[in-house]
């Protein structure tokens, strides 16, 4: 079993939160695979935005 960082974990739920603002339980409900699908998702909206 592969333990991730508490740091990477808090980075990616503030995220996540910051732009679709999701509530933190929502945000945990995701698994990681989940969690960074969506991050590259905000991060290819930003980038057509920016």
Avoid: C, P
């Avoid at 503030?14 to 509530?23: E, G, L």
Wanted: hydrophobic share 40%; no cysteine; glycine share 4%.
């Amino acid at each position: 079993m592969k333990v991730y960082a508490s740091a990477n974990l808090r980075s990616e739920i503030a995220y996540i939160a910051y732009h679709f603002h999701w509530s933190h339980d929502e945000i945990l409900g995701l698994d990681h695979i989940q969690r960074r699908t969506y991050i590259k998702q905000i991060n290819q909206i930003n980038q057509r935005l920016g």
